[in-house]
């Protein structure tokens, strides 16, 4: 793996609709996890005339909270969702703390949050949750099978410091869910663990086409058939029923 580049930038915009939640704010370009799947890095390009590959370049954008104390008086209240093409814990905002402080301004305006994320750093911003109501936190978890998980994504936090962060977020008195997408090989264990430490369960399979070479790699192709995300979605929704907690496909 090369060296990880680094770019401090200025934005134009932060506060952005979304498809997903009325707006999205993106305090990063690129995601040092470099999951396989990631569908942002059809993107790079795009966003930065990227050439490097998906994991190895990251823009940090400097000025994300001074626009956000901006935008958001100009505009109508909506749930933000952080984020949608980034992970906006992951390791770099330790250093430079952008989602803590825009998340500081959105729950000063009493806006609601969905915070959407792979890595534990979410629990450092626990008190910050504590101030809102209507605030939930998500932590993406796509298998329970940390030798998949290492294929799949492989810089991104083990399973398990996953599992532990969202049972404290819950346990703290904050709206939790967990987000099973895409569904990979022995999602379905994950149903057992997640018992007590979410409000919600979304599903989603693998609609992108980049991660295929991995699938090829390590035998796993009937993991990528229709076939295959029919049957999770309808074990795991009943499974989780089963449970008392709601589960949402959306696929
Ligand atoms: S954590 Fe999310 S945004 Fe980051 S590489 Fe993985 S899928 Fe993409």
Redesign the pocket.
Known sequence: MSPLIVKEIYAKSILSESKVHDYVINPYVG?Q???T??Y?QRYRKRFGGHEEP??EFIDVKLNAPSLLQEEIKRKEVGRVWISG???PY?PLEKKYELTKRCLEILLEYDWPVTIQT?SPLVLRDIELFKKSDEIEVGL?ITTADEKIREIF?PR?PPIKKRIDAVKKIHLAGIKTYVMIGPILPRAEELVEQLNGKVDYVIIDRMNYHYGDWVYKKYNLEHAMSDDFFNQKKGKLIHAFEKLGISCRAVF
């Open positions: 995601c996890h470099g999951c799947y990631c942002v998906w994991g093409m980034c992970d992951q792979k993406t994504e991104a």
